[in-house]
């Protein structure tokens, strides 16, 4: 197991509730994966560097969690059609 971060930027236009059940629904597929949620930050509405669909902010969330490397693939395809979900990234904490 080891210990990763999500980072992932949720559409702007998806109201206060909608954001709480992406979270929930990006923490599920993880959970399900095997991952253990060591915490979860919000970090609000930001600027993004450059538009995403045409939007200039988005909804900013860091997930730290512990994981078996191997099943990264299935996380990320899963958060590759999840609509919500506009960018992630995922980096390994030394």
């Known amino acids: 197991m080891r210990n990763y971060e999500i980072m992932y930027i949720i559409n702007p236009t ?13 923490n599920n597929i993880l959970t399900v994966a095997g991952a ?4 979860s930050e919000k970090w609000g509405e930001r ?3 450059y538009p995403i669909d045409k939007k200039k902010t988005g909804f ?6 512990e994981m078996d490397g191997t099943k990264l693939a299935e996380v990320e395809s899963k958060l590759n059609i999840t609509e919500e979900v506009m960018r992630y990234i995922i980096v390994k904490q030394d």
């Open 47 to 49: 600027k993004l560097a």
């Open 36 to 39: 253990n949620i060591l915490k």
């Open 14 to 26: 998806i109201l206060e509730e909608g954001r709480e059940a992406t979270i929930a629904k990006v």
């Open 60 to 65: 900013y969330v860091l997930t730290t969690l």
